[in-house]
Structures are given as C-alpha cells and as structure tokens.
C-alpha cells in the first residue's frame, strides 16, 4: 500500500480523502417509513380509542394483559449519587444487573434541564396544524411525528415525537417562524451537557471494565480533529387517554446505541423489564436523569450489560414528557466485543453505521443476525 502511494509522480499533488459518514446519513441511505407510520393523531380531541390505536383488540401484549408481564411495584432500580466514592462501581453493578439506573448530582444544572422541558412542553402544546409543517419527511430522520419504530407494530403507538441530530433551525423556524432562537439555543446546550454527562459515564464504565484502548473517539472526544459522534435527542410527549389499558405509548425497545439518559416529567410511565422480576416501573425521581444500555454497550461488554427491554404506559388525567439523549460511537467505528480468555466473543464486530442498518430494517432481530 505504502508503495503504491509513493508511486505517484511527484510533479502531482495527491490527496487521500477519508469520507467519514453521519448519523443522519446512516439512516437516509435506508429510507423504510411511510408517510402513514409518521403522522400522529390529534390526541387532545378524542374522547375513545380508535381501533388503530387500540391494543386490547389485538394479538399484541397490553400494559394491563399478559398476567406473567404483571408490572411489579416491589422493587425499584437503583439510585446512584455520582458524588459518591464508589460511583464506578456502583454504576458497574448496575450496568451488569439491571442496564439501567437513575443518576443524581451529576451536574446537569436543573435550570437547563427545566428551560429544556419548557421549549418541549411549547413544541406539544402548538395546535397540529403548526406541528405538522416540521413533519420529518418519509426516509428522513429529523423532526415531528411517530416513533421510528412504529412500522414494525399492528398498532400505534399513544405518541407524538420530535427528533433532533445536530442544528434543530430547520424545522423550529417552521414552528414558530419568528420565535425559534431559545428552543434552538437549549436544545443545544442541552445536547453539549448531554454529551459530556455520556463521555464520563462511558469512561467510568470503561474503567469498570477494565479497557483501556479500543475507544479511541473517546480519547479524542472534545478536539476539533474527533469524528462525529452518533448522537441524537428525541422529545416525547404522550397525551393523557380515555382508556390507558387499551393503548401503548411507546412499545417494549431496546435502544440502539451505547447509552441513552433520559429526563422524564413527574407523570409515571417508563418501565423496564428484567428477567425473574417483570415490568419495573422507573419512579420518576426529581432532579435525577435515567440513564440506559443500549445494543451496542451489550455487545461491547460481550453480552455482560443487558441492553434493557422498555415500554411506556400512559395517564388517564397527565400528559407526560421525556427528553432522551443518546450517544454512541462515530458510525464509522467499529464495535468489538471485549472478553478475557477463556471466555469467547458472543458477537461479531460490526461497524456501528451498519448496526444501525441492521436494527432500523429488523429491530429486535439485529442483535441475533450479528450472534456467533
Ligand atoms: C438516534 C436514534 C435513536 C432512535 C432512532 C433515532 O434515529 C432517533 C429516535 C430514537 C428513537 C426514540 C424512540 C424509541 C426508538 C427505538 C425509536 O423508534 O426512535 C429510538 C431509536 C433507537 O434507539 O434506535
Ligand atoms: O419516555 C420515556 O420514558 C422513554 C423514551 C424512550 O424509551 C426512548 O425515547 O427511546
Ligand atoms: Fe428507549
């Protein structure tokens, strides 16, 4: 290779061009979504379920069905101070047990995640026909409109969304034409803490794990030569129902990249399902963000964090709103397993831009067509 370069003439200048792929790419190049799977009800004027959006009728698990997928209130997933001299391993062990905890004093000022909040409850609060001009467009990934997974389901889901992937200008000014600057302006500082709050608990969770290389976005993170982290933040919003028992508000997931924090509103609603113990409903606790292992943490910790199963229920009297940030790796790298012998690697590695290709056309079934 080395000499074939050195072959060129040198009378001629050349370049070697790395392309380098973004998230929002990864997704374009894979367009799957119909205009029906984006365009969410009006919910605020109905007063019953429509049978497209009623579960009960239908083959598919309820939050109230299914007496073995009871919700158990018995045990709560665990509450880590990251101000604690045992943080690491606290989070360690709760990667390994639960994949998922809740995390208090981590510096997230509260007045940004309020601010946050306040500009998502503005977007929701917009009458339909407003919200409709910032629909994400069908193979797009930006903007408002149903969960991606939606096709993937007989039902749809009691959801309305807004996804972000770097600057949000483009549809917030079609949201408010003359008053987009302070939703753009915390959404993105809201991004920035996001992503620093992700990097020291990926870091903390590498020291658990005892890695030291095989990260190096991270070691670069933060310097202007660093290739582009897969990042996004996605608002929800899920309207108060008539009949909570018939209706999902998001379907049982599992998210795709390393980790997802998520800020949730005081409603109740987002439940987490182990093995042994059920749906374990996430109490909402304030001032504390959620914190989650996605596909690709349970593949690099070779299957030792579970990527945690998900779902959320809706209110009968309270709309709720979440803000989930999730991070990941740039697309372009590649996701090993990490194992001592004599243990072997349960997953093949795989480029986290193709991962995500194999998830967004099979969801659940992507981490079984990567198993060796
Ligand atoms: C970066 C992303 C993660 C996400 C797909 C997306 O492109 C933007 C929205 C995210 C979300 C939010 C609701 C649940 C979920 C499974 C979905 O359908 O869209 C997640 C996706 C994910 O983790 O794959
Ligand atoms: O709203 C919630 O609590 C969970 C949202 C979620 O799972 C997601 O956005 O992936
Ligand atoms: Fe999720």
């Given at each position: 290779?080395?000499?074939?370069?050195?072959?060129?003439?040198?009378?001629?200048?050349?370049?070697?061009?790395?392309?380098?792929?973004?998230?929002?790419?990864?997704?374009?190049?894979?367009?799957?979504?119909?205009?029906?799977?984006?365009?969410p009800?009006?919910?605020?004027?109905?007063?019953?379920?429509?049978?497209?959006?009623?579960?009960?009728?239908?083959?598919?698990?309820?939050?109230?069905?299914?007496?073995?997928?009871?919700?158990?209130v018995?045990?709560?997933?665990?509450?880590?101070d990251?101000?604690?001299?045992?943080?690491?391993?606290?989070?360690?062990?709760?990667?390994?047990?639960w994949?998922?905890?809740?995390?208090?004093?981590?510096?997230?000022?509260?007045?940004?995640?309020?601010?946050a909040e306040?500009?998502?409850?503005?977007?929701?609060?917009?009458?339909?026909t407003?919200?409709?001009?910032?629909?994400?467009?069908?193979?797009?990934?930006?903007?408002y409109?149903?969960?991606?997974?939606?096709?993937?389901?007989?039902?749809?889901?009691?959801?309305?969304?807004?996804?972000?992937?770097?600057?949000?200008?483009?549809?917030?000014?079609?949201?408010?034409?003359?008053?987009?600057?302070?939703?753009?302006?915390?959404?993105?500082?809201?991004?920035?803490?996001?992503?620093?709050?992700?990097?020291?608990?990926?870091?903390?969770?590498?020291?658990?794990?005892?890695?030291?290389?095989?990260?190096?976005?991270?070691?670069?993170?933060?310097?202007?030569?660093?290739?582009?982290?897969?990042?996004?933040?996605?608002?929800?919003?899920?309207?108060?129902?008539p009949?909570?028992?018939?209706?999902?508000?998001?379907?049982?997931?599992t998210d795709?990249?390393?980790?997802?924090?998520?800020?949730?509103?005081?409603?109740?609603?987002?439940q987490?399902?182990?093995?042994?113990?059920?749906?374990?409903?996430?109490a909402?606790?304030?001032?504390?963000?959620?914190?989650?292992?996605?596909?690709?943490?349970?593949i690099?910790?070779?299957?030792?964090?579970?990527?945690?199963?998900?779902?959320?229920?809706?209110?009968?009297?309270?709309?709720r709103?979440?803000?989930?940030?999730f991070?990941?790796?740039?697309?372009?790298?590649?996701?090993?397993?990490?194992?001592?012998?004599?243990?072997?690697?349960?997953?093949?590695?795989?480029?986290?831009?193709?991962?995500?290709?194999?998830?967004?056309?099979?969801?659940?079934?992507?981490?079984?067509?990567?198993?060796?």
């Open positions: 290779m080395l000499s074939n370069l050195c072959s060129f003439p040198q009378n001629q200048i050349s370049y070697i061009i790395v392309i380098m792929t973004t998230l929002s790419q990864t997704y374009l190049d894979h367009p799957l979504i119909h205009h029906h799977h984006i365009v009800l009006d919910f605020d004027s109905l007063r019953t379920i429509p049978d497209s959006h009623d579960w009960f009728n239908s083959s598919l698990e309820t939050p109230s069905s299914s007496s073995h997928h009871h919700t158990n018995n045990v709560s997933i665990p509450l880590i990251l101000t604690d001299p045992n943080a690491i391993s606290l989070i360690g062990n709760a990667c390994e047990t994949g998922v905890f809740q995390l208090i004093n981590h510096d997230v000022p509260v007045s940004l995640i309020e601010r306040g500009e998502t409850r503005r977007l929701f609060d917009l009458p339909m407003r919200k409709l001009k910032a629909l994400r467009a069908p193979g797009d990934v930006t903007g409109g149903l969960p991606r997974i939606t096709p993937f389901f007989s039902k749809y889901m009691w959801h309305e969304g807004f996804t972000i992937m770097g600057p949000s200008i483009g549809h917030a000014s079609q949201l408010w034409p003359s008053n987009y600057q302070p939703f753009c302006d915390v959404m993105e500082e809201y991004q920035r803490k996001m992503k620093s709050l992700a990097e020291q608990i990926t870091r903390s969770i590498f020291n658990y794990l005892k890695i030291s290389d095989g990260a190096n976005w991270l070691h670069s993170a933060g310097s202007t030569e660093a290739a582009a982290c897969s990042t996004a933040l996605q608002l929800n919003c899920y309207p108060r129902c009949d909570p028992t018939r209706v999902m508000g998001l379907a049982p997931h795709t990249f390393l980790l997802t924090i998520l800020h949730q509103t005081r409603t109740c609603g987002l987490v399902f182990r093995d042994g113990f059920g749906w374990v409903p996430v909402p606790v304030p001032g504390a963000l959620v914190l989650n292992v996605g596909d690709l943490f349970h690099l910790s070779n299957g030792r964090f579970p990527n945690v199963l998900h779902r959320v229920v809706v209110d009968p009297t309270r709309r709103l979440s803000m989930a940030y991070y990941g790796p740039p697309p372009d790298f590649c996701v090993s397993p990490l194992y001592d012998p004599p243990e072997s690697p349960c997953y093949r590695s795989v480029m986290v831009k193709d991962y995500v290709r194999l998830k967004a056309k099979n969801l659940e079934n992507a981490l079984s067509m990567i198993r060796l």
